[in-house]
């Protein structure tokens, strides 16, 4: 690809590198599949396969990075899989973001539906963002349903319990493909090893 110009393969990651040739890229930025079988896809079952990040490994230059998005249920399969290939694990950054959406399972709801028990309403969600009526979620979907109180004394014991903490971060795994030499001689020879530090400090 010449100066500026870009090129999107839609295939299969393995079936992709095997026309990329040795040494040929000065980095990479991904976000792979997280290995926690999203709204059941297959897709999704596990993280990327040691081949792939050897794949990886051979088309990129010496010195080169890999900055991989991972779950934080699942990033330590990640972060093994890369290393495994032959990559330097160097670092682990995080994305920060405030608008997960929960997806816990309530305990106390939980008890009294399998005891058989009406819960009674006992008021609005403090939750809610009313709109024309009606309640919504960060997302745009109907949701948060109105307060209830606990039916059974197993329920009010677990009244306040989830399942599930709010999705406010994911892991980045910073690894390096070994160097050629020194680093003074990889960069000069290769175009890459080192990290623009000073273009990212926040003034």
Same mark, same amino acid.
């Given at each position: 690809?010449?100066?500026?110009?870009?090129?999107?393969?839609?295939?299969?990651?393995?079936?992709?590198?095997?026309?990329?040739?040795d040494n040929s890229y000065h980095g990479c930025?991904?976000?792979?599949?997280?290995?926690?079988?999203?709204?059941?896809?297959?897709?999704?079952?596990?993280?990327?396969?040691?081949?792939?990040?050897? $794949? +990886?490994?051979?088309?990129?230059?010496?010195?080169?990075?890999?900055?991989?998005?991972?779950?934080?249920?699942?990033?330590? =399969? +990640?972060?093994?899989?890369?290393?495994?290939?032959?990559?330097?694990?160097?670092?682990?950054?995080?994305? +920060?973001?405030?608008?997960?959406?929960?997806?816990?399972?309530?305990?106390?709801?939980?008890?009294?539906? &399998?005891?058989?028990?009406?819960? &009674?309403?006992?008021?609005?969600?403090?939750?809610? #963002?009313?709109s024309d009526g009606q309640t919504f979620n960060?997302?745009?979907?109907?949701?948060h349903p109105p307060l209830t109180a606990s039916?059974?004394?197993?329920? #009010?014991?677990?009244?306040?319990?989830?399942?599930?903490?709010?999705?406010?971060? &994911?892991?980045?795994?910073?690894?390096?493909?070994?160097?050629?030499?020194?680093?003074?001689?990889?960069?000069? =020879?290769?175009?890459?090893?080192? +990290?623009?530090?000073?273009?990212?400090?926040? $003034?």
């Amino acid at each position: 690809m010449g100066k500026n110009r870009f090129s999107i393969l839609h295939t299969d990651v393995l079936a992709a590198f095997k026309v990329m040739p040795d040494n040929s890229y000065h980095g990479c930025l991904t976000d792979p599949p997280y290995g926690l079988s999203f709204m059941g896809h297959g897709w999704d079952h596990g993280v990327p396969s040691v081949d792939v990040w050897r $794949e +990886l490994l051979r088309v990129l230059r010496p010195g080169a990075h890999v900055l991989a998005f991972g779950g934080t249920r699942t990033f330590h =399969r +990640l972060t093994c899989a890369i290393e495994d290939a032959g990559f330097e694990i160097r670092d682990c950054m995080m994305w +920060l973001y405030g608008s997960g959406f929960p997806k816990s399972h309530d305990v106390s709801k939980a008890i009294d539906r &399998e005891a058989g028990a009406m819960r &009674e309403v006992i008021g609005p969600n403090p939750h809610a #963002r009313p709109s024309d009526g009606q309640t919504f979620n960060a997302m745009g979907a109907k949701s948060h349903p109105p307060l209830t109180a606990s039916a059974t004394s197993a329920a #009010r014991q677990w009244e306040g319990h989830g399942t599930a903490l709010k999705p406010a971060w &994911e892991p980045i795994v910073v690894a390096r493909k070994p160097l050629d030499g020194t680093v003074a001689q990889n960069v000069q =020879r290769w175009g890459c090893g080192g +990290l623009a530090i000073d273009a990212s400090r926040v $003034e």
